[in-house]
């Protein structure tokens, strides 16, 4: 399984499909690729906010592919032209042999597009279930289910955000990795935009012993 991170939260899971995860692509000062430049199977999107719809709907037009979202936010997507399949929070569905699985995330939803404000339902999180299994959070805080995510899909490798702020800061995204059981935790979310600046070596020595932090620059790909 390969994961490349094009900073922020917009990551690529290629397990033999490419999974493209909250495209926030063009506006996006780490990402060191184009929209145009991803070629996905299929997307998916924690929530509405525009720093993770990104390009999703340009991207899944120009490569033909759908949107995975929770309910409104698709109900919002297909509006725009787009194939989008919208779920709930512990639905499930099989796509070229991968399970993908939407979870609980603690924040908040609103799309603010076309000059109105749009009710995106609620965040999510995804669980992806392949040669491995990867938890992308999404913006979340921390919360007391993340044991019940560890427990039902034991993630071997979480994707969690760490920038505070807006979400889980380092402290509770070292709780959270210790909740989840993940023996790999890949920071997302950070050093983006001032108000989320961290140094993810910091997470490094919260869970040493515990997990392994794999610190990937925008553009990176690791091979797990």
């Known amino acids: 399984m390969k994961i490349t991170w094009y900073g922020h939260s917009a990551v690529m899971v290629d397990d033999g499909v490419k999974i493209l995860i909250d495209p926030f692509i063009e506006g996006n000062p780490l990402s060191p690729v184009k929209a145009s430049d991803l070629h996905p199977d299929i997307i998916l999107v ?3 906010h525009g720093d993770h719809l990104g390009n999703a709907i340009e991207i899944a037009k120009e490569n033909n592919v ?8 698709a109900e919002y ?26 979870v609980y995330a603690l924040h908040s939803a609103g799309i603010s597009m076309d000059n109105f404000d749009h009710s995106g339902g609620l965040p999510c999180g995804f669980v992806i279930r392949g040669t491995r299994t990867v938890y992308h959070a999404g913006d979340t805080g921390i919360f007391g289910d993340m044991k019940l995510i560890g427990e039902l899909y034991r993630p071997e490798i979480s994707l969690l955000p760490i920038g505070g702020f807006f979400t889980m800061g380092i402290r509770e995204a070292a709780l959270a990795a210790k909740m989840l059981g993940s023996k790999i935790v890949i920071p997302i979310h950070y050093n983006t935009f001032d108000a989320i600046r961290q140094d993810p070596e910091m997470l490094k020595k919260e869970l040493k012993g515990v997990s392994e932090v794999v610190i990937l620059k925008p553009g990176q790909t690791g091979e797990f």
């Open 77 to 102: 997507l297909s509006s725009k032209g787009v194939n989008a399949i919208g779920m709930n929070f512990s639905g499930s569905f099989e796509f070229k042999g991968k399970t993908i699985t939407m």
């Open 46 to 48: 924690t929530h509405g």
């Open 66 to 73: 759908s949107i995975v979202a929770i309910y409104e936010l």
